[in-house]
């Protein structure tokens, strides 16, 4: 049976609940529609120092707040995954896997997901691959990590790690020798042009197949390239990739060349009904008080 609201709110980020916040004391029909949990990747920060109110917060703290006041305002929170949606007509209509949704005017606000490997990581997702250090260091105390990295994008997750872990591997794509040559961290290695190929294991993560492209002067000015292969044990391969716009809700907006969503000054997409705000958007700034302050104009205007 279809569910019909004024304004849906697809993603229950930090951008989703403001605009929540600021439909519903408008008197709006609202709902939130988040597929995994509230607060998204704000989640995952241990500690907050810039967000005004509050001298310092953890993640977790910050989104329940956030919660609790939506949930005050009776705003209606449904756990679903939006798997398409039709922009083109008056009414907007979103087809999750548990239900069908329709709305006046629909607000984006799925926020960033993570860059994958694309080979079969995610067969061992919850059992040794994950794609946060932060949530899930502990469970590897005291163990040998790997990190899957581009150009110095797993840099920063080695370094949580490293806290926790018996030693990390950062596996990069690119040239990190100027890097590995200046890291002082005895627990933290790096290696270079690294093409991760495969995760090896049966019931959890127990190795990573790589080959590592190498480079050999063989005389008169030439090179030659070639690629070993090997396969490192590990009891863990945390995906350090980057992230990139969650755009399975788009619906044909126009985009950025990255593919952010672009809105004008009231969050308006160029569909007519449907805006977006948050890290989904194209904007240079991106933090949770941006966050919050598109929210609160879409929700305005939605």
């Known amino acids: 049976m279809k569910k019909s609201f004024d304004i849906l709110i697809i993603g229950g980020g930090v951008a989703g609940m403001s605009a929540a916040i600021y439909a519903k004391r408008r008197g709006k029909n609202v709902c939130i529609i988040e597929k995994f949990t509230l607060g998204g990747q704000v989640n995952t920060i241990p500690k907050i120092e810039n967000f005004p109110s509050e001298v310092s917060i953890d993640g977790i703290s910050l989104v329940q707040n956030f919660a609790m006041q939506i949930e005050r305002l009776g705003v209606e929170v449904i756990y679903d995954d939006v798997q398409k949606v039709d922009y083109s007509g008056e009414t907007k209509r979103v087809f999750g896997r548990e239900d069908e949704y329709e709305a006046k005017s629909v607000i984006l606000a799925t926020g960033l997901t993570y860059v994958e490997l694309g080979k079969n990581e995610n067969d061992f997702l919850g059992r040794g691959v994950s794609y946060c250090a ?12 790997c990190v899957a ?41 790096v290696l270079s042009n690294v093409q991760i190929e495969k995760v090896v294991g049966k019931d959890a993560v127990e190795g990573v197949e790589i080959s ?17 292969k090997r396969i ?40 007519d009904g449907v805006f977006a705000v948050g890290d989904v958007r194209s904007k240079e700034l991106k933090q949770i008080v941006t966050a919050c302050s598109d929210g609160a104009i879409a929700g305005q205007f939605a």
Do not use: W
Request: charged share 25%; glycine share 10%; with cysteine.
């Open 212 to 228: 590592i492209l190498k480079a050999q002067k063989v005389g008169n000015g030439k090179t030659k390239t070639e690629h070993e």
């Open 134 to 145: 932060v949530c899930d260091a502990n469970f590897f105390r005291g163990k040998d990590v």
């Open 149 to 189: 990295s581009a150009r110095g994008s797993g840099l920063k997750e080695a370094l949580v790690l490293a806290e926790v872990c018996s030693h990390v591997t950062v596996l990069d794509s690119g040239d990190m020798s100027a890097y590995a040559s200046a890291n002082k961290n005895k627990k933290i290695d």
């Open 232 to 271: 490192l044990k590990t009891t863990a391969l945390f995906v350090a990739l980057g992230k990139k716009p969650d755009n399975t809700v788009f619906g044909g907006v126009k985009v950025d060349a990255k593919g952010f969503v672009i809105t004008n000054e009231k969050m308006q997409t160029s569909i």
